[in-house]
């Protein structure tokens, strides 16, 4: 019995991991310069903001933690699914650490920009800035991974419904949209557009959601912490 609470602990962590990402980041990226704004605007931003841009930048950093949390109950809960030597479930846990890491850059970046915007050239805090939204482009590998090897364990072993695994199949085909932020700075596919970053920022939301609504009610009772 305690097993499964703990379990059911593990999987809510995808619910409190998205509020805080989307909070963090709504919380940053407010009143967003256009991304191909000048770099004196850019510096303007950051300094005029600096303090709200640490809060927001600190609150996603948070959500990550509970993302890697939950990271291991669907693992687990993959795994358990799947049995034998568990590629599907390595495959999703890996490329979700893959993702994680490839954000954590981008909020350094961020965070390197809002330090001393004050202190620095316009142009080092605008290309600092740059550097950090550049470096989230290839984490759409590993979350492209995470969901595609999720929906293939859901549909091909039941590891989860296969309403839920249509959530992450969607999930894994749109987060390559947002390989387009690391090429442009204008458009549907840049950084503040609808296909580089809205899209994928849905669908991403609404498949942890899904995921960790379905692994709350149906928990792996040995493993899935």
Do not use: K
Not at 35 to 42: G, K, V
Not at 46 to 72: A, K, P
Not at 178 to 198: C, I, K, P, Q, R
Request: without cysteine; charged residues 10%; proline residues 4%.
């Amino acid at each position: 019995m305690d097993n499964d609470r703990y379990a059911r602990y593990g999987a809510a962590t995808g619910i409190i991991a998205v509020i805080l990402i989307l909070v963090g980041f709504f919380i940053f990226g407010s009143d967003l310069p256009n991304t191909d704004a000048s770099a004196q605007d850019w510096g303007s931003f950051f300094t005029d903001h600096q303090s709200r841009i640490q809060l927001g930048i600190t609150i996603v950093g948070v959500g990550l933690f509970f993302f890697i949390w939950f990271l291991g109950s669907l693992r687990s809960a993959i795994a358990a699914a799947e049995g034998g030597t568990g590629r599907l479930a390595s495959i999703a846990f890996g490329g979700g650490l893959v993702g994680v890491v490839a954000l954590l850059i981008a909020l350094t970046g961020a965070a390197a920009a809002a330090f001393h915007p004050d202190q620095v050239d316009p142009t080092i805090t605008r290309a600092l800035n740059d550097f950090g939204t550049v470096a989230a482009a290839p984490g759409a590998a590993g979350f492209t991974a995470l969901f595609a090897a999720t929906a293939i364990a859901g549909y091909r072993h039941g590891a989860v419904a296969a309403p839920i695994a249509g959530f992450s199949a969607l999930a894994a085909i749109t987060q390559p949209l947002a390989y387009g932020v690391a090429v442009t700075d204008s458009g549907a596919f840049a950084s503040d557009g609808v296909l580089g970053l809205v899209i994928p920022v849905i669908t991403f939301a609404l498949a942890i959601l899904t995921l960790s609504v379905a692994l709350m009610r149906h928990p792996t009772p040995s493993s899935a912490q």
